[in-house]
Nanobody, 121 residues
Framework: QVQLVESGGGLAQPGGSLRLSCAASGFTFSSYAMSWARQAPGKGLEWVSGIYSDGSDTYYADSVKGRFTISRDNAKNTLYLQMNSLKPEDTALYYC??????????????WGQGTQVTVSS
């Protein structure tokens, strides 16, 4: 049974930083690309960033490029998202997502419950 459990969200000031983590279980983590997605209040799901199974390639939405960094530790079955220079528009529920086999980084088949990120002064 696939499980994805996000943590690390919270309240940050504009310009601040947060680091999200996602603990994965129930599948061979090192064999799948993974992504982060977010949903702001009243808006649809937005893909944020993706990473290949071995971490060799990373991808970012234009809205976060240069500010967010995705990484993974396959030995710990954990996905990370380092978020710097946070903006109020980054406020959203952030989801960790497992990419479907052979799919693009925005094609998910499982995701977690999400962790809330609020950026406000």
């Amino acid at each position: 049974q696939v499980q994805l459990v996000e943590s690390g969200g919270g309240l940050a000031q504009p310009g601040g930083s947060l680091r999200l983590s996602c603990a994965a279980s129930g599948f061979t983590f090192s064999s799948y690309a993974m992504s982060w997605a977010r949903q702001a209040p009243g808006k649809g799901l937005e893909w944020v960033s993706g990473i290949y199974s071995d971490g060799s390639d990373t991808y970012y939405a234009d809205s976060v490029k240069g500010r967010f960094t995705i990484s993974r530790d396959n030995a710990k079955n954990t996905l990370y998202l380092q978020m710097n220079s946070l903006k109020p528009e980054d406020t959203a529920l952030y989801y960790c997502a497992k990419v479907s086999k052979g799919g693009a980084v925005y094609e998910y088949d499982y995701w977690g419950q999400g962790t809330q990120v609020t950026v406000s002064s």
